[in-house]
């Protein structure tokens, strides 16, 4: 954060100078480039403060500074210089938001006009001109349903350290300081975006996530629901088989603890009454495309390539052979326990992963044996590897 709020500082001492510039196209993308960097560290420095807004709401949590919910008047917010009022106002509005989640800090935010109004003393010496609480005559009028405490937030970049300077001050004449507190950051450490309901710890954010990276560990027992279906031919000469309902099951073996790339070796098992049934031996490998680790937040897709072993055998497998199904075929198979067929696959298809737990992945697959089927088409045609099957699957991870 150091080299970025260095780079704040250089684009807006160019920004000032930017007048006695001329306005060539070169001078236009440098002064483009500092106003988009600018814009990128104030967003971190936003998302900075806020941690450390969490971070101070944490600790009024944990340990309050009254012992009973009292009206505190936010009276000054203070952000480095460049960055104008708007964070200030944003730093404002998530201290109040995260107030508004974790009533056990006992800090109730009151509104206080009379506390941040200008207001103007003449007297004998001279005419005084200052905020209401800096004025004694007004703090003596505040009554005590209106908040008898003050909060005042600084956030300063000091190096390669963020700062959070709090304190609370009697509102009194004499605003005496019942408590402060600093916090810093480093610019090497990333903020954890706490949810303002569920306020942790670094330590125990940390240790949510290493428990998170556990429990997806690297061997996982996919359950899968699979549906294939068949593309019937182009010449509408031969019967396609009907779609094949399979359930699968095995173990599943990341290569490292990103997940990165995936193995799976699986059994599955097909069954319709009177129609097939079939077993299955199938083997694939995955590669991430989204990223070189698998996320815990958002959905992951990799792209797989496999084998499978299939053997198929009851009435409605008689489409699995290279001549033509016809209906004195149909009528044989249905007589007696139909034929039995096996054949190998290669499959290539794209998985999404949601989390941990739960997969959807669609893939086509060819059955080399079978390319010149009168009874199969194509869905997709590869040089001389046509895809005859298509297929949709559910995976359940435990």
């Known amino acids: 954060m150091k080299a970025l709020l260095l780079t704040l500082f250089a684009a807006l001492a160019l920004g000032l100078a930017a007048p006695a510039w001329g306005t060539t196209a070169i001078e236009q993308a440098q002064l483009a480039e500092l106003d988009r ?18 971070e101070l709401v944490y600790g009024w949590v944990t340990e309050p500074v009254f012992a009973a919910p009292t009206p505190v008047v936010v009276v000054g917010v203070t952000v480095p210089v460049g960055l104008g009022t708007g964070l200030q106002a944003l730093v404002e509005n998530h201290l109040a938001a995260v107030l508004a989640e974790n009533p056990t800090s006992n800090i109730q935010l009151a509104h206080c006009p009379a506390c941040t109004a200008v207001v103007v003393h003449a007297g004998p010496e001279g005419t005084i001109v200052s905020r209401g609480m800096d004025d004694p005559a007004v703090l003596e009028s505040i009554g005590a349903d209106t908040g ?37 950051s480093s610019s090497s450490t990333p903020p954890l975006l706490r949810q303002p309901n569920d306020l942790k710890s670094a330590a125990e954010a940390r240790q949510e996530y290493i428990d998170a990276l556990h429990d997806r560990g690297s061997l996982a027992i996919p359950v899968r629901f699979v549906v294939r279906s068949y593309k019937a031919p182009a010449d509408r000469g031969g019967v396609p088989p009907p779609p094949f309902l399979w359930l699968q ?30 077993l299955m031996g199938q083997a694939r490998i995955s590669r991430l495309l989204t990223g070189r680790t698998r996320s815990l937040l958002r959905p992951d897709i990799y792209a797989f390539v496999g084998a499978a072993a299939i053997s198929v055998w009851g009435p409605a497998t008689g489409s699995f052979r290279d001549q033509k199904l016809n209906a004195d075929e149909i009528i044989r198979d249905s007589a007696g326990e139909g034929p039995r067929t096996t054949f190998g696959a290669l499959q290539l298809g794209l998985d999404l992963r949601l989390g941990n737990r739960i997969g959807l992945s669609t893939f086509l697959e060819a059955v080399p044996v079978l390319r010149n089927s009168r009874n199969l088409g194509s869905y997709i045609q590869v040089g001389s590897i046509g895809f005859q099957t298509w297929g949709t699957e559910v995976t359940v991870c435990f």
């Open 37 to 54: 960097l600018r814009a990128e560290v104030a967003g971190q420095v936003q998302l900075s403060a806020y941690d450390l807004i969490d």
């Open 148 to 184: 008898r405490h003050a909060l005042f937030i600084d956030v300063e970049a000091e190096g390669a350290w963020l700062v959070l300077r709090a304190r609370i001050t009697r509102l009194t004449p004499d605003l005496p300081i019942v408590w402060s507190h600093t916090i810093a």
């Open 249 to 278: 099951s095995g173990v599943e073996l990341g290569a490292n603890d990103s997940l990165a790339w995936t193995s799976s070796i699986l059994v599955g098992y097909s069954f319709i009454p009177q129609a097939y049934q079939g």
